[in-house]
T-cell receptor, first 110, second 113 residues
Framework: DAKTTQPTSMDCAEGRAANLPCNHS???????VYWYRQIHSQGPQYIIH???NNETNEMASLIITEDRKSSTLILPHATLRDTAVYYC???????????FGQGTTLQVKP | SQTIHQWPATLVQPVGSPLSLECTVE??????LYWYRQAAGRGLQLLFY??????ISSEVPQNLSASRPQDRQFILSSKKLLLSDSGFYLC????????????FGQGTRLTVV
């Protein structure tokens, strides 16, 4: 299973864009990049996923580099409610398992 | 629409007692099912996953077992709980394939005393 590397923590000012990086240099060609977030004491919430093209939905945008070795999750206008742990995951193409790393704790500040 | 139910929400059990946590999914057929555990201040650890009835894969050898007696029912069990079994247990489901998101239940917070 491909491993991901994320910064342990980040701060972002309310109303500004939050850019969360993720490295996944061992990703294989048919593995997807998934992003989830977890607010304290709740189950993880799906945000977005992609294979090679950039993706956008109502929550966020996902930018994947051309070599697919890294990606960035963008929250365009962060609010205080976006404070959470954000997990970048490479989903196994063989088993479909989601293996979580330690994630990035994003603190949105007023 | 699909929903996932997990219960109980909180549980306090003495060391050496048995455990049974149940998870059910509604609104879909033949889902992939997962059990995760999150120790205090830690990330999510995949414990078991299942691609069909009676098909269980264990990720980490430990004091727990899982069963899938019905298509949309996933049970996590232990015969004798240890203090180290304390944590936040999460059930999740997804459709088959890697281009489908997984949906998580609200979790059970287990404290072994």
């Amino acid at each position: 299973d491909a491993k991901t590397t994320q910064p342990t923590s980040m701060d972002c000012a309310e109303g500004r864009a939050a850019n969360l990086p993720c490295n996944h240099s061992t990703i294989s060609g048919n593995e997807y990049v998934y992003w989830y977030r977890q607010i304290h004491s709740q189950g993880p919430q799906y945000i977005i996923h992609g294979l090679k093209n950039n993706e956008t939905n109502e929550m966020a945008s996902l930018i994947i580099t051309e070599d697919r070795k890294s990606s960035t999750l963008i929250l365009p206008h962060a609010t205080l409610r976006d404070t959470a742990v954000y997990y970048c995951i490479v989903r196994s193409s063989n088993t479909g398992k989601l293996i979580f790393g330690q994630g990035t704790t994003l603190q949105v500040k007023p | 629409s699909q929903t996932i139910h997990q219960w109980p929400a909180t549980l306090v059990q003495p060391v050496g007692s048995p455990l049974s946590l149940e998870c059910t999914v509604e609104g879909t057929s033949n889902p992939n099912l997962y059990w995760y555990r999150q120790a205090a201040g830690r990330g999510l650890q995949l414990l078991f996953y299942s691609v069909g009835i009676g098909q269980i894969s264990s990720e980490v050898p430990q004091n727990l077992s899982a069963s899938r007696p019905q298509d949309r029912q996933f049970i996590l069990s232990s015969k004798k709980l240890l203090l180290s079994d304390s944590g936040f247990y999460l059930c999740a489901w997804s459709l088959t394939g890697v281009n489908t998101e997984a949906f998580f239940g609200q979790g059970t917070r287990l404290t072994v005393v």
